[in-house]
């Protein structure tokens, strides 16, 4: 099972960009399938490290994408970048000081927080690539 299933529902019309969310929903189920079957703490924390990273990863990709090309709310959306990035290094350093615990709640927050997030924020920078570069 998993928890997060892409559909054509989150292309941004960008390649690169689809292809790393892809990766950003691989990671999150793998999250999720290692809480199901009660991995170690080790485990679980190793996948929140790799998730953490690979989303400041991407947030500078697709920042140096919309600075290249002169998006307008591209301080709006770093904005959201940062706020979501800070949380979730908050929340794996408590993992890793045993100071809370991965759930199904804290697997949602992140979900949701992507989908949302893909939906509408970075939906918006589709539609700009695709008015500056039609067929991109
Ligand atoms: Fe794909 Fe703005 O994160």
Redesign the pocket.
Known sequence: MSMIKWDDSYFTGIEQ?DAE?KHLFGLLNTAYDDFIDGSQRETLGTVLDELADYATY??AN?EHWMDEFNYPDLDK?REE?EKFRLRLRELVKDYHMQKNSLSLELLTFLTNWLIN??NK??ADYGRHAMSIKPGL
């Open positions: 960009f969310h991407h947030f697709e959306h970048h997030h893909i924020t970075d």
